[in-house]
């Protein structure tokens, strides 16, 4: 079991250039999650799919920000153009759909740095 | 809206001794989940223990437990005999009550440090 799989695990990059984040859900998982951490924000949700559909993408801050799920086994989370407060980690989850106490199951996210 | 608060940013103890884990919620539905997570240095998530709000005993797994007062809408985590490598953050969250289009969503507290000494 290879859990869930995100690319890649560090990023750099200059403000104003495209950033794609990239993960690969627990295959099976009907929900996949993308989440950013910041000190100064903690743990925040920025969007979430059911079988392969945003749901809710209240979380996203800008219009900068954009998700895709375009098959059951990927999930891209781009930010056009990056600014240095998009610095943080990024976190893509799964669970299984169903039962109610599925809990999530992180990967080990994404250090994106915009200088 | 869910909110969650531990208002504990950090924690000290001994190894081998219990610790608890603040985690207040607050929702007006009566149906939703409870999680906490630890964060160890390296960053990753993992799950640890859950409990519903209809469970009627409190949630058990290993060395975690739960203490979960409904009516005081707490759900503080227990670690018995603490041990090095339980020095992380560890996260409460809640899950949003089923029947929305938010269902299945974690709402997240700040975090408390944990820091195990010998």
């Known amino acids: 079991d290879a859990g869930v799989i995100q690319s890649p695990r560090h990023e750099v990059t200059e403000m104003g250039q495209e950033v794609t984040l990239r993960c690969k859900p627990i295959?099976?998982?009907?929900?996949l999650f993308w989440y950013r951490q910041t000190m100064m924000r903690g743990l925040e949700l920025l969007i979430y799919f059911n079988n392969n559909v945003p749901i809710d993408d209240s979380g996203m801050p800008e219009d900068r920000f954009s998700a895709k799920m375009p098959n059951a086994s990927f999930s891209t989370l781009k930010i056009q153009p990056s600014e240095p407060r998009d610095s943080a980690v990024y976190f893509c989850?799964?669970?299984?759909?169903?039962?109610?106490?599925?809990?999530?199951?992180f990967g080990p996210g994404t250090r994106l740095t915009v200088l | 809206a869910q909110k969650i608060t531990q208002t504990q940013p950090g924690m000290f103890v001994q190894e081998k001794e219990a610790v608890t884990l603040d985690c207040t919620y607050d929702t007006s539905d009566p149906s939703y989940g409870l999680f906490w997570y630890k964060q160890p240095s390296s960053g990753e998530m993992i799950f640890l223990i859950y409990?519903?709000?209809?469970?009627?005993q409190n949630a058990t797994e290993g060395r975690y437990s739960l203490n979960f007062q409904k009516a005081r809408k707490s759900a503080n985590l227990v670690i018995s005999a603490s041990q090095l490598g339980d020095s992380a953050m560890y996260f409460c969250a809640m899950r949003h009550p089923s029947g929305g289009t938010s269902y299945g969503k974690l709402t997240f507290g700040q975090g408390t440090i944990l820091t195990v000494h010998p």
């Open positions: 409990q519903g709000s209809y469970d009627q």
């Open positions: 989850a799964s669970r299984e759909g169903g039962r109610s106490y599925n809990e999530q199951f």
């Open positions: 295959s099976g998982h009907d929900y």
